[in-house]
């Protein structure tokens, strides 16, 4: 009897880090996009970030095979570039941009896309030593029905071991915000879990979207304990997605609300705002 290629076999389920946030944030949005497979276009943040990443990959990919950043002018073409093709496949508007001519709403995207890209090739790129870019790993979870998987934006281990992700926002995020970020966790098991090893930096460079934007790195660290935090946050996923009890986010929550949630009008635990007819009189 031959044994069956390995080819040939089904593949076990990734959980992606991402996926992982989603359902700790909301079940049911989790639910929607993973279970049942709903797809929504992306929101106009999402795709200036998008944009930025793609722009900062292609300035750090130059960096690890040539030792020299590309010229600004390349890493802003490259965000506006990223932008249109983004823009292309279809953009998500929140119901106060939809009130505004797509024309204005896009030219404010390129521009910040623009603005966030140019600040991360003169203030932070030139302090990135990036062995990787665009990481893939993958760890096996024997007896799980999943492994988990993500991608890393940056390794650096030149002069010291680190990892690194680059993150757009339109405000300043608390300072601890490296210390609970659940993505950092993971990056640094799966550097220990295929390296031997955990990074000795983990960091976040935050690119703020201000009338003149900032640039703020947050660093931190992990040990064996934060891991098994996080292996015990994927086991109870793994209960949560075979019983299928997702839990919906509290409506008190802002991210609850057309404005951030894709899945916001097909949710029924969303809270709609209700009619009222003006000026209706009774006979």
């Not at 992982?20 to 929504?40: A, D, H, I, P, S």
């Not at 062995?131 to 998987?149: C, N, R, Y």
């Not at 899945?263 to 209700?274: H, N, Q, S």
Request: net charge neutral; with cysteine.
């Amino acid at each position: 009897m031959y044994p069956i290629p390995d080819s040939l076999l089904p593949k076990k389920a990734q959980l992606h880090i991402s996926a992982l946030n989603m359902l700790n944030r909301c079940g049911t949005q989790f639910e929607f996009r993973y279970m049942k497979g709903v797809k929504r276009p992306p929101g106009v943040a999402m795709v200036v970030g998008t944009a930025v990443d793609t722009s900062v990959n292609a300035n750090l990919n130059a960096k690890k095979d040539t030792g020299k950043l590309l010229p600004v002018a390349e890493v802003r073409q490259a965000a506006r570039d990223a932008l249109d093709r983004e823009w292309e496949g279809g953009i998500s508007f929140d119901p106060d941009e939809a009130a505004q001519s797509q024309g204005i709403v896009k030219g404010e995207a390129v521009d910040k896309a623009i603005k966030l890209a140019s600040l991360h090739s003169t203030e932070v790129a030139p302090k990135i030593e990036p062995s990787h870019v665009q990481w893939q790993w993958t760890i096996e979870l024997k007896g799980f029905p999943m492994d988990l998987a993500g991608t890393v934006d940056v390794r650096e281990s030149k002069v010291v071991t680190s990892i690194r992700d680059t993150k757009t926002s339109g405000k300043s995020p608390s300072s601890n915000v490296a210390d609970v970020s659940d993505q950092l966790t993971a990056y640094a098991m799966a550097v220990k879990v295929i390296d031997g090893k955990a990074p000795e930096v983990l960091a976040l460079d935050y690119l703020i979207a201000n009338k003149v934007p900032v640039a703020k790195t947050f660093t931190s660290k992990r040990d064996d304990d934060d891991f098994n935090v996080l292996l015990r946050r994927v086991e109870n996923a793994s209960r949560v997605m075979e019983s299928g009890a997702f839990t919906p986010m509290p409506q008190t929550d802002p991210m609850c609300s057309q404005k951030y949630c894709g899945y916001y009008d097909l949710c029924i635990y969303a809270k709609k705002p209700k009619l009222f007819q003006i000026g209706a009189t009774s006979e």
